[in-house]
């Protein structure tokens, strides 16, 4: 894996009702969501919404640093963390050249 393969992305997770509720601030305007039904797998779904989003291009938009993160109003016990992925893992063999 080269170091540019390599994406990492703040995340805020926090305990639902059934599971976890997973919020990663910096796709899209204003952030997107997922849920993992444990918290292994809410890291696992944050990692994967990362991956998907960002497989088709590479113009990967700016982390945020983790001490500067909002959290959700309704994110009561939030746990804030680093998502790494490769981003290889999510492109079907295809190569994107650096532009």
Do not use: H
Request: with cysteine; proline share 6%.
């Amino acid at each position: 894996m080269q170091e540019k393969d390599l994406l990492t992305y703040p995340v805020v997770i926090w305990p639902a009702e059934k599971g976890y509720n997973v919020f990663v601030p910096d796709l899209r305007a204003n952030g997107l969501a997922t849920q993992g039904t444990s918290l292994d797998n809410a890291i696992y779904m944050a990692g994967d919404l990362i991956g998907c989003m960002l497989a088709d291009t590479t113009n990967y938009p700016k982390a945020t640093p983790l001490d500067e993160v909002v959290i959700p109003a309704e994110a009561k016990k939030a746990i804030t963390t680093l998502i790494s992925i490769n981003i290889k893992d999510y492109r079907n063999g295809d190569e994107y050249d650096e532009k």
